[in-house]
T-cell receptor
Framework: GAVVSQHPSRVICKSGTSVKIECRSL??????MFWYRQFPKQSLMLMAT?????????EQGVEKDKFLINHASLTLSTLTVTSAHPEDSSFYIC?????????????FGPGTRLTVT | GNSVTQMEGPVTLSEEAFLTINCTYT??????LFWYVQYPGEGLQLLLK?????DKGSNKGFEATYRKETTSFHLEKGSVQVSDSAVYFC????????????FGGGTRVLVKP
């Protein structure tokens, strides 16, 4: 149980175009989803937290107009990188959570590698 | 604020060697502690967790004990295998802070046959 998928796993796009990444919880309802960015050989940087049906909360320094997050249902959140540039190339990872209690877990997707040319 | 500090890698070991990865934390509040593992090209998998002081998390031969007095959560394995080669992340979350995870920098472990 507690499987999270991401699609696509890899994407290459041209500079100036937009790319959408999907994150799905396959066997549970995710009230909260998180989006992370990971640079090579570095740790994960939280970009934003999204709760189903409400606007995402972005971390300081993350451009909300560039990284559009939608959490329209309890099993799907999307991250759209708008007008992508080479510096947006990175590994994007989502996680999902459904338990609001002590020591609750985030279940991570396999990640999406974005390359902007 | 909250932070997690873990030993820098890479850590290179021979098969069947003993592995320790140190992790210490600072937190405003009472955190839950986690170890995640990331295999090459993949997302993160939860390895083990502990939610209160003196709890011991264990999984796949790995163990870590929540030490509140030393604010530590060191990861150990008695006999590593080549398949344990991965990056290991220590992390904490606090319910009052929305359960957001704060990660350490990660420690790359390479086990040689």
């Amino acid at each position: 149980g507690a499987v999270v998928s991401q699609h696509p796993s890899r994407v290459i796009c041209k500079s100036g175009t937009s790319v959408k990444i999907e994150c799905r919880s396959l066997d549970f309802q995710a009230t909260t989803m998180f989006w992370y960015r990971q640079f090579p050989k570095q740790s994960l940087m939280l970009m934003a937290t999204s709760n189903e049906g409400s606007k995402a909360t972005y971390e300081q320094g993350v451009e909300k107009d560039k990284f559009l997050i939608n959490h329209a249902s309890l099993t799907l959140s999307t991250l759209t990188v708008t007008s992508a540039h080479p510096e947006d190339s990175s590994f994007y990872i989502c996680s999902a959570s459904s338990v609001a209690g002590e020591g609750y877990e985030q279940y991570f997707g396999p990640g999406t590698r974005l390359t902007v040319t | 604020g909250n932070s997690v500090t873990q030993m820098e890698g890479p850590v290179t070991l021979s098969e069947e060697a003993f592995l320790t990865i140190n992790c210490t934390y600072t937190a405003t509040g009472y955190p839950s502690l986690f170890w995640y593992v990331q295999y090459p090209g993949e997302g993160l998998q939860l390895l083990l967790k502990a939610t209160k002081a003196d709890d011991k998390g264990s999984n796949k031969g790995f163990e870590a004990t929540y030490r509140k007095e030393t604010t530590s959560f060191h990861l150990e394995k008695g006999s590593v295998q080549v398949s344990d080669s991965a990056v290991y992340f220590c992390a904490l979350s606090i319910k009052a802070a929305g359960n957001k995870l704060t990660f350490g920098g990660g420690t790359r472990v390479l086990v040689k046959p």
